[in-house]
């Protein structure tokens, strides 16, 4: 989807440098070099936020703000600098933040600052506080900057709602609340999320000293001392949704295969691992397919690596689709594998049966050299708990399968 954007400027090699920025970031733009030209504009057009210079030809004291803010468009604010004056007009409006003109990293800023209004339209936060008021004002804050609010009046109340909702990332939480202090729940959610689930910033009146390192030592990521700064709250809360997310690219760069973009060996491994232990104890079988192009060297020798490598992509995206509820895994070159979750052997075999028919009939589609090519499938089910014999089994019905013909399922 993409979002429009307003830029309120009136010199035009800055306007150009902010559409840039904003064009690079994804969005449609549209400029406005005065305020009437803006009033207009948001008369015809929805904006997901806007850029706006604080003064302009017909708006010298910034009346360009309140525009856009009484429009409901969020707004980043533009100027050329923030004497007292200029900051408490600035401030009197529920605005995402402002920037300074001639600040050397202001426009790294301003591309920041676009890059992060999308993404925070997808991240949770909750808000624990008894204090209805001090809710009601920290979530007015997350709304400028769009995102997801849940709320807790103390600490029981935020594990049920962390519970319910386990794709919370961020908890703000005060400290002092009747049943559950904010260190106490801390430590609590430590005990069910890691640092790289959830993102804790502990909040207080308090004058206490050690409060912060309480926190801290109880899980906390970061701290804040009410009443706080609006640009302080925005700039912690933005490093910490800043750092999940470089957790999460992490580990997707350390389970998945470069190439296919499906989970790898690693990955697999892990994760069959962990299951096989869990239906042990229920004594279920475990089921495992391996899959193999056939004569995959041909295709490289004949046509190439990268042709090649378009088999693999194109073939991992139908491998993928097709087995959706089940782990699908490139181990490397042309092998992959399926590890089968809640599925008995007969609705496994006929899953693999049909997708083998499928890569055979339609695996012209899959290059623009139109190659035809077909898989040979293993399976193995049975009461085995370890991914290794499991695998290994497969394996040997996968010989099974490239000795008797290839383009079949043998199990």
């Given at each position: ?177 009747p049943k559950m202090n904010g260190d106490e729940l ?217 000795e008797s013909g290839r383009n079949k399922v043998v199990s």
């Amino acid at each position: 989807m993409t979002r429009k954007i307003l830029i309120v400027e009136d010199t035009p090699a800055m306007a150009r440098v902010q559409k840039h920025i904003a064009l690079k970031a994804g969005y449609e733009v549209d400029v406005a070099k005065s305020l009437a030209q803006t009033k207009e504009l948001i008369s015809n057009n929805n904006y997901f936020c806007a850029v706006v210079d604080f003064i302009l030809p017909d708006a010298p004291n910034g009346e360009a703000v309140p525009c856009t803010v009484k429009a409901d468009i969020p707004t980043i604010v533009m100027t050329g600098n923030i004497d007292k004056k200029t900051r408490d007009t600035v401030e009197k409006y529920p605005i995402i933040d402002y920037i300074i003109k001639e600040n050397k990293q202001a426009y790294q800023y301003l591309e920041k600052q676009l890059q992060r209004l999308p993404r925070n339209e997808n991240v949770k936060v909750l808000v624990v506080d008894d204090s209805k008021s001090t809710r009601r004002y920290i979530c007015s804050l997350l709304v400028r900057h769009k995102y997801q609010i849940f709320e807790a009046q103390d600490g029981h109340e935020a594990l049920e709602k962390l519970e319910k909702s386990p794709d919370i990332s961020v908890i703000i939480t005060d400290n002092e609340m009747p049943k559950m202090n904010g260190d106490e729940l801390c430590s609590e959610i430590r005990r069910l999320y890691s640092n790289d689930e959830k993102a804790i910033i502990g909040i207080s009146g308090s004058d206490s000293i050690g409060l912060s390192s309480l926190f801290l030592k109880n899980g906390a990521n970061d701290y804040l001392h009410k009443p706080f700064n609006n640009e302080e709250f925005y700039c912690r809360l933005s490093q910490n949704v800043d750092m999940l997310e470089q957790i999460a690219t992490i580990k997707h760069q350390a389970n998945t295969d470069y190439l296919t973009n499906l989970p790898n060996r690693r990955y697999f491994f892990q994760e069959a691992e962990k299951s096989l232990k869990q239906i042990k104890h229920v004594k279920v079988d475990g089921a495992l397919a391996m899959l193999d192009i056939d004569h995959f060297k041909s295709i490289n020798d004949t046509y190439g690596h990268d042709v090649g490598d378009e088999v693999l992509k194109r073939l991992s995206i139908c491998f993928s689709k097709y087995f959706t509820k089940h782990l699908v895994a490139r181990l490397g070159g042309e092998e992959f594998a399926v590890y089968f979750l809640d599925i008995d052997k007969q609705e496994a075999l006929k899953r693999l049966e049909g997708f083998r028919y499928f890569v055979e009939t339609n695996s012209q589609e899959f290059s623009a050299s139109k190659i035809k090519f077909t898989i040979s499938i293993g399976f193995a089910s049975g009461p085995v708990y370890h991914i290794d014999e499991l695998l290994k089994q497969a394996d040997l019905k996968l010989y099974d399968a490239k000795e008797s013909g290839r383009n079949k399922v043998v199990s």
